[in-house]
């Protein structure tokens, strides 16, 4: 596995520590079942796999290798680097700008750069439509394109299934910078459109079946379909891809789902005609993180702290299925929580902030599962540990800890 020139303050000495232990005893991935760190009055259950990815690793690698080779140019990023506002933050403190938000409002217009200009691709990638303008204002945008390869391979799949006449349905969020990156990819090869849900699946399948009209599909699916898109036409040969951060049972579900979609509407004699059997295109990072939140919530519990940006889809993701089990905290750091033991945490579903009084069970031991996002640093997981340890006197050292384990 490639390793990556990242800054140091990025790592952590106990975590790593923890990480390599498990790729010792389980190098080839096959035990999800978490770490147990045991402190004596409070325990934490470590997650088999959490943290930077391959893909985030690289991105910010490339992004500060601009900032090394280019002294004396303006730099600048399409948008956020990654899902995580303390990476984004050092990246501006390093002199980069960011162009636009995450939504795609722009911050600085087009024509304010120049074709002496950096311009940096983040990991999610970009749209053609974009990628055009920067080429032909002049500027050179391989070099420094982060854009992750789980992704990229995502956008191959949609290619193969254009040729093949298919079109092409993303399961994902359409205002999310990859989806719309991946739309942009898709919609060059095929006819293709968005949908976020199961649900949504449901309402497509009627579609396909004629128990609803080109009307309900343009009220349901507005904005996240190909122009010129059919009805009659363009749906009787499909494939799924998906935004690669977004739960793999949930893909799976909606995979299977068209699928019979297509048995109920050509039989199961002729669906292969109809449907294609894509491999799934979730990243390894992102799949390996989510069986790892599975492997946690096998173990007893009394709340879960997932750390990483709120505007994280992999890391929602992790905290949406902690949460189906436990009382659970999704932070962006250990700002979080503060010194009487309150802690401030997002409600994803409502896109809002709460603030829990006394979130720490008087329970001796406390058991807390601990994990984050794909896009969060080691140590700011070691922070959150080490403000949790605070709270509890007389606990045992990380060292002995550490120890215990090897």
Known sequence: ?????????????????????????????????????????????????????????????????????NPNKNIYLLSQMIHNPIVNADLEKKGIRFIMDTAGNQF???????????????????????????????????????????????????????????????????????????????????????????????????????????????ATFKGRYSEGFNIEKNLVKIGVVNQTTMLATETQEISDFLKDTMIKKFGIDAHKDHFADTRDTLCYATNDNQQATIGLLKEQADLAIVIGGY????????????????????????????????????????????????????INPTRIILTSGASCPDTMVDEVLDKILAFYPNTRSKEIVLKSLS
């Open 1 to 69: 596995m490639k390793t990556f020139d990242i800054p140091t303050y990025y790592r952590s000495s106990f975590i790593s520590t923890i990480k390599n232990l498990r790729k010792e005893t389980d190098p080839r991935k096959k035990d999800f079942s978490p770490t147990l760190l045991d402190f004596g009055s409070v325990q934490f259950l470590i997650a088999r796999h959490f943290g930077f990815c391959y893909g985030v690793e690289n991105a910010i690698e490339i992004a500060y290798k601009a900032v090394e080779e």
């Open 108 to 218: 600085i217009d087009w024509d304010k750069l120049s074709k002496e200009d950096i311009v940096i691709i983040p990991a999610f990638g970009t749209t053609i439509a974009i990628e055009n303008r920067l080429i032909n204002m002049g500027i050179e945008i391989q070099k420094y394109n982060t854009t992750c390869p789980f992704v990229e391979r995502v956008w191959k799949q949609s290619e193969k299934l254009g040729a093949s006449n298919h079109t092409i349905i993303i399961h994902g969020k359409h205002n999310h910078e990859e989806t719309r990156a991946t739309f942009s990819h898709s919609d060059k090869n095929a006819p293709s459109i968005v949908i976020k849900d199961i649900n949504e699946a449901r309402i497509l399948e009627e579609v396909i079946l004629g128990k609803k009209s080109l009307a309900d599909f343009e």
């Open 311 to 362: 505007n994280s889809s992999n890391t929602s993701h992790i905290a949406e299925l902690c949460e189906e089990k436990l009382p659970t905290y999704f932070i962006n750091s250990v700002k979080e929580i503060e010194d009487n033991k309150s802690i401030n945490h997002f409600n994803f579903h409502k896109n809002e902030r709460l603030l829990t009084n006394d979130f720490l069970p008087q």
